[in-house]
T-cell receptor
Framework: ETGVTQSPTHLIKTRGQQVTLRCSSQ?????VSWYQQALGQGPQFIFQ???????GRGNFPPRFSGLQFPNYSSELNVNALELDDSALYLC?????????????FGPGTRLTVL | GENVEQHPSTLSVQEGDSAVIKCTYS??????FPWYKQELGKGPQLIID?????GEKKDQRIAVTLNKTAKHFSLHITETQPEDSAVYFC????????FGTGTRLQVFP
């Protein structure tokens, strides 16, 4: 069974730029959720994708957008980067058919905005 | 809005002692309560979870209790070992997963 993978592991961007982060789901999972984890904080829910459609969103502005592909892999796109976007970005995969939201996390992408 | 409070923020124990971390949630619709362990430079790892129709669950040295009336749930680690040192997060899930602020556990040999 293959776990959740993310790429790249680290990324440095400047304010105003755009970034794309990638995630491959755990084998057999059909749902991907994205989280932002600031230093010393718990993960904050950005949004979830199920069968290529957004299936719930947290309190993040529209410049945070995502995609899910037919193979259930996913991308997180952030436009017009701000300094406060510096964080660890985590994706988690799950099987939405289950009644409970058991999620398995990848190692994360560390984004630094200068 | 939905909120999960977690205490303490840091916890230091001697190897072999027990550690207890407590969380309180606000959304009465929450029905799933996982606990995650996060080591430096890694993503959160699910260590145990409990569902709303169960009051207690145990897995070797780890146990979790849930009081739905009081909206409290707790993680208990017995016979702690140095490799238990990490940051632990509780979370509560209704339609989305809401995390606590984390507890840094240090186990001293």
């Amino acid at each position: 069974e293959t776990g959740v993978t993310q790429s790249p592991t680290h990324l440095i961007k400047t304010r105003g730029q755009q970034v794309t982060l990638r995630c491959s789901s755990q084998s057999g999972h059909n749902t991907v959720s994205w989280y932002q984890q600031a230093l010393g904080q718990g993960p904050q829910f950005i949004f979830q994708y199920y069968r290529e459609e957004e299936n719930g969103r947290g309190n993040f502005p529209p410049r945070f957008s995502g995609l899910q592909f037919p193979n259930y892999s996913s991308e997180l796109n952030v436009n017009a980067l701000e300094l406060d976007d510096s964080a660890l970005y985590l994706c988690a995969s799950s099987l939405l058919a289950l009644a409970y939201n058991e999620q398995f996390f990848g190692p994360g992408t560390r984004l630094t905005v200068l | 809005g939905e909120n999960v409070e977690q205490h303490p923020s840091t916890l230091s124990v001697q190897e072999g002692d027990s550690a207890v971390i407590k969380c309180t949630y606000s959304d009465s619709a929450s029905n799933y309560f996982p606990w995650y362990k996060q080591e430096l430079g890694k993503g959160p790892q699910l260590i145990i979870d409990i569902r709303s129709n169960v009051g207690e669950k145990k897995d070797q040295r780890i146990a979790v209790t849930l009081n739905k009336t009081a909206k409290h749930f707790s993680l208990h680690i017995t016979e702690t070992q140095p490799e238990d040192s990490a940051v632990y997060f509780c979370a509560a899930s209704g339609d989305k997963l809401i995390f606590g602020t984390g507890t840094r556990l240090q186990v001293f040999p």
